[in-house]
Structure formats: C-alpha cells, structure tokens
C-alpha cells in the first residue's frame, strides 16, 4: 500500500535558505533558491515524523515521530547524524532527549537546542555533551510557541508568559546554568498568543493574538512597542508570521487562505496597517551567511540517503 504523503508540520533553518518537512512519509529537505529537493528520509528510515528542525545547512536532524504511523516516540526527541557511516539507519540517531510528555516544537541554534513542552521549556547545550542549562514554566501552551534568535551576537529565547497575551523575553548569554532567572514580560496582547517570531538579528520580535486582527512588533532591547499591523478586521486563525531576512518584510498567513506581507521599513506601504508608536523599525545589517565550523557538523550533503 502506497505510504501517504501529508506534511504534518514545516520549517525552514536559521538563514532561511533551506527548509524541512516532517511528513507522513518521512523527512524531505528544500533548497530555496534555486527551489530544489536536497535529500529526504524515507518512512522505512524515521517512520512518520511530527516535527522536524535542522541546524543551519549542516549533517543533523532534530526529529520528533508523530502522524498515522510512527517509528519513534512523541515525548522524545532525536539527533540524526546523516554525516556518520553506518550499515543501520538506527545507527545515525547519535542523541536522544527524553520527556514525560509530548514533544511540541524543536529550536536550534549552532551552540543550544530548546526542547517545548505544554507547559515547560527546556534548554540544553548541543551538540558535543549535551546539558541541561535552563528550564522555564510557561501558560498552558499547547501550540508550542517559542522562536530562538541565531544570530551570534544575540543568544534571545522568546515564548508566551505566564499572563494572557504576554510574552516572556530571555536572554540565554545572560542566564547562569541551573539559576532560575525571571524572564522580562512584554504584555502584547489582550487575548492569547497564537504566533510569536523574532527577526534574524533578534533586535524586533512580532507578536499576534487568536483574535487574528493585529500583529504587533516590539522592541527587545526597550521592550518598547514599534509598530502595529492590521490584518483584517473579521477575527482569523494565524498559522503563521515571518520575517524576511532582512527585516524588510513580515508576512503572515491564516485561515482565510491569504497570506499578508507588510513593509516594515516604510509602513506607509501598507494599505490595512497603521504605525500607531511613529517609531522606526531598527535597521538590520546583513552579515554573509557561514558555515559552521563547529566540531563535528558538515555542510549538507547533496542529497541524504
């Protein structure tokens, strides 16, 4: 019987130049431009995959089973290593993180992976010896809202807060491992949280309600409200909001089958959107993207068996 071929969830890497799809089939993997298909893991390799987050454009895999039919577990999350040799697919699963409940979201950035609970987020050292470093209590999160900043100046790990549609801003270069730490609370929204996202040099971070009307950015050094967006006026279901990679742009996308994209440098372009705070949106520099060098990581193959 054919496998189905259902994409259960989507995510692009750091620099947004590839992106993974957990299916029910498996694991594919993306190039952006040019748009092509880099490698994939078939469902005899890794069952049908949940979540599934990729380090830059390097050899691993965080991979977390889920749909109709899989191999591994909800409450754990593995590492694969598609750079080590080995006769047995298993044996490229070289890391396993292992939870009481189910698995939520996965981060990653090139020094630290962040594991989300319902409840609970998790950060640990990666990828050589990995350690628990921090673990924060969160609002009943069943959507496993997190977003992590990968730039190397910035180490900003950023989720919903303890106070309905707030959001809780920590610094992890700034947190001593195994110190409780109480992240700094922005009170963004009225209503809950439905999607969160940080630009890539961690300086603004987006923020939208269930409501579904606005998408608010805020400034994470002042906490102080930049801009504010407005979607539409009937209530919709976010799924998503995004930045570019430059921080030009912010798109969203929902229920109603449309995606929005918003200047950001120059809000007068947008016909719906209204810069309530008069502030500018901070200017990003673009650094040229590197290659990790980290021990151990591999730039991406051609293609994964």
């Not at 650094?287 to 193959?301: C, I």
Request: net charge positive; proline share 4%.
């Amino acid at each position: 019987m054919a496998q189905q071929r259902g994409v259960n969830s989507l995510r692009f890497n750091q620099d947004h130049s590839c992106f993974c799809c957990a299916m029910e089939s498996g694991v594919r993997i993306y190039n952006v431009e040019p748009l092509m298909e880099k490698g994939h893991l078939d469902h005899e390799q890794v069952g049908s995959v949940g979540h599934v987050e990729m380090l830059q454009r390097s050899n691993l895999l965080a991979i977390v089973g889920g749909g109709t039919n899989p191999k591994f577990s909800e409450i754990s999350v593995l590492v694969w290593d598609d750079a080590r040799e080995a006769k047995d697919s298993r044996e490229k699963l070289v890391l396993e993180f292992t939870f009481t409940k189910p698995v939520l979201a996965i981060r990653m950035r090139q020094d630290k992976i962040i594991v989300v609970l319902s409840h609970r987020i998790y950060v640990y050292s990666f990828p050589n010896n990995p350690t628990k470093l921090f673990e924060f209590d969160t609002r009943d999160n069943t959507r496993g809202l997190c977003d992590l900043c990968p730039s190397i100046e910035k180490q900003l790990l950023v989720f919903p807060g303890h106070k309905c549609g707030s959001l809780q801003i920590v610094d992890l270069s700034n947190t001593k491992p195994g110190i409780s730490s109480a992240p700094f609370t922005i009170n963004a929204h009225q209503s809950e949280i439905a999607c969160i996202a940080l630009n890539q040099h961690g300086s603004v971070v987006a923020s939208a309600s269930r409501k579904g009307t606005l998408i608010r950015l805020f400034d994470t050094q002042t906490k102080e409200k930049l801009v504010e967006l407005r979607r539409g006026t009937d209530p919709a279901t976010l799924y998503c909001i995004n930045f570019s990679h430059d921080s030009s742009f912010l798109c969203a996308s929902s229920d109603k089958g449309t995606v929005h994209i918003f200047a950001l440098k120059d809000t007068r372009l947008n016909r719906r959107s209204a810069g309530l705070c008069g502030r500018d949106i901070p200017q990003v520099r673009l650094q040229p993207r590197r290659e990790l060098q980290q021990g151990g990581l591999r730039r991406l193959p051609g293609h994964l068996r």
